[in-house]
């Protein structure tokens, strides 16, 4: 059975093709850097807003028509999967994402729950081996059902830390079945409403421990694939322990783990937290902590995660950059955890979707190979910076000097000479890349 029988597998047609369901930008097999554009984007499909989101949002009740709906259970969870690889394999995508509860529903018991979650990781398994297509990661949905309701690793609930634990158990265990690449810890809602009844030290305690256990287990079981952490400012509650790139890394260096695991950044979560993405994809370079990303953008007129598909070509030029001077994701890769608009309700919008996205990063994944070959920002910054190169600026950085002789040297130095930033020319000049290209 056909579930998406409208389209075909969308090629590549070139950026003077008028086809709406058509790369005009993403040639899989082009080399840019030396690797085709598939090696280095490692394009994902996020299973939650592709094959279960519906639409919703806080006003209003789903509006997407989907060939499956009118399945319900375990039927239900059959048929989507069913219906995912064939859109994996039309859109051209080598991997896809997913938390256990959206391929799985949860029964009356744990025990329940983790039967049903066997059977459709069992058919998920074949079509891999059929597709080729592979499990970038996987992740558990600690944050859905209201067991969670005051987190799951840093819960006030040890019933709740012990079956969020199991979830993890399980969640790693499948990992190992599938091949996952990597694992993500999303905490969703590992933070706090108010510190008037919150014993952070205690919580924060807790979420280590936790993560310790997880590497415990996955050194036990054979899970080779790499930890992943992705951090979340604000929403559901008014403080994540994981704010932004900066917390969670210092979180990581506190408590041991730093070696064991990277950041998974989304672009719109570094608008909640009030970053531009290029901001924490930087942080995350610089610290030797960046993995993986998700890829889309947020409304910056709407206070909450609307996960858009990112179409932005200066954001996504400027996250290419930090991620080619990263020498890429490793075992990473760019996962479109974005969702159609709820006024794009009909199956083929899916494609219209995927495709802006992935012609955005193409584009944008070209247009940052260029800058690099031309040493565009590398040449700006080394000009602003030459202070630094010789003289006292040299006896700066090389640890050469101390406050009594920089005082020496400020005291004879009767003129201070300052040189314009230049942003808005480095601006036009970055433009006129993304138009060339």
């Known amino acids: 059975m056909s579930y998406f029988n409208t389209v075909s597998k969308i090629q590549y047609e070139g950026k003077d093709s008028k086809n709406p369901l058509a790369f005009k930008h993403y040639n899989q097999s082009e080399i840019v850097?030396?690797?085709?554009?598939?090696?280095?984007?490692?394009?994902?499909?996020?299973?939650?807003?592709?094959?279960?989101?519906?639409?919703?949002?806080?006003?209003?009740?789903?509006?997407?028509?989907?060939?499956?709906t009118n399945y319900t259970g375990l039927d239900l969870a059959k048929v989507r999967v069913e219906a995912a690889f064939e859109f994996f394999e039309k859109i051209g995508a080598p991997y896809f994402c997913f938390h256990d509860r959206d391929i799985a529903p949860e029964g009356d018991s744990l025990k329940e729950t983790n039967h049903n979650l066997d059977v459709i990781v069992a058919s998920i398994q074949e079509h891999m081996k059929a597709s080729g297509v592979k499990l970038l990661w996987n992740t558990a949905n600690m944050f859905t059902s209201p067991r969670f309701v005051h987190g799951a690793a840093t819960t006030s609930n040890a019933d709740v830390y012990a079956y969020a634990a199991a979830q993890v158990k399980k969640g790693l265990e499948t990992a190992v079945e599938l091949g996952a690449e990597n694992y993500v810890f999303w905490g969703g809602r590992e933070g706090y409403e108010?510190?008037?009844?919150?014993?952070?030290?205690?919580?924060?305690?807790?979420?280590?421990?936790?993560?310790?256990?997880?590497?415990?287990?996955?050194?036990?079981?054979?899970?080779?694939?790499?930890?992943?952490?992705?951090?979340?400012?604000?929403?559901?509650?008014?403080?994540?322990?994981?704010?932004?790139?900066?917390?969670?890394?210092?979180?990581?260096?506190?408590?041991?783990?730093?070696?064991?695991?990277?950041?998974?950044?989304?672009?719109?979560?570094?608008?909640?937290?009030?970053?531009?993405?290029?901001?924490?994809?930087r942080v995350a370079r610089l610290h030797g902590m960046l993995g993986s990303i998700d890829a889309n953008q947020g409304d910056l007129l709407v206070?909450?995660?609307?996960?858009?598909?990112?179409?932005?070509?200066?954001?996504?030029?400027?996250?290419?950059?930090?991620?080619?001077?990263?020498?890429?994701?490793?075992?990473?890769?760019?996962?479109?955890?974005?969702?159609?608009?709820?006024?794009?309700?009909?199956?083929?919008?899916?494609?219209?979707?995927?495709?802006?996205?992935?012609?955005?990063?193409?584009?944008?994944?070209?247009?940052?190979?260029?800058?690099?070959?031309?040493?565009?920002?590398?040449?700006?910054?080394?000009?602003?910076?030459?202070?630094?190169?010789?003289?006292?600026?040299?006896?700066?950085?090389?640890?050469?000097?101390?406050?009594?002789?920089?005082?020496?040297?400020?005291?004879?130095?009767?003129?201070?000479?300052?040189?314009?930033?230049?942003?808005?020319?480095?601006?036009?000049?970055?433009?006129?890349?993304?138009?060339s290209v």
């Open 194 to 281: 108010s510190l008037l009844n919150t014993d952070m030290e205690l919580e924060l305690d807790n979420l280590a421990r936790f993560y310790h256990m997880a590497v415990a287990y996955a050194k036990e079981i054979g899970f080779t694939g790499q930890f992943l952490i992705e951090p979340k400012p604000k929403e559901p509650t008014k403080h994540q322990y994981d704010f932004d790139a900066a917390t969670t890394i210092a979180f990581l260096q506190k408590y041991g783990l730093q070696d064991h695991f990277k950041l998974n950044l989304e672009a719109n979560h570094a608008t909640l937290a009030g970053h531009t993405f290029e901001h924490e994809l």
């Open 33 to 68: 850097l030396g690797k085709t554009q598939e090696e280095h984007l490692r394009f994902a499909v996020a299973y939650w807003h592709t094959l279960t989101g519906g639409g919703s949002d806080p006003f209003g009740a789903d509006t997407a028509i989907r060939p499956w």
């Open 303 to 435: 206070g909450w995660d609307t996960d858009e598909f990112p179409t932005d070509l200066y954001a996504v030029t400027l996250a290419m950059y930090e991620i080619l001077s990263n020498g890429g994701l490793g075992s990473g890769g760019v996962n479109f955890d974005a969702k159609v608009r709820r006024s794009s309700f009909e199956p083929e919008d899916l494609f219209h979707a995927h495709i802006a996205g992935m012609d955005a990063f193409a584009k944008g994944l070209k247009v940052a190979a260029k800058l690099m070959e031309d040493r565009f920002f590398e040449k700006i910054t080394d000009e602003r910076y030459s202070s630094f190169k010789s003289g006292i600026g040299l006896d700066i950085v090389s640890g050469k000097t101390d406050f009594r002789q920089l005082e020496q040297y400020a005291l004879g130095n009767q003129t201070i000479g300052s040189k314009s930033g230049r942003l808005e020319r480095i601006k036009a000049e970055l433009n006129e890349y993304i138009f």
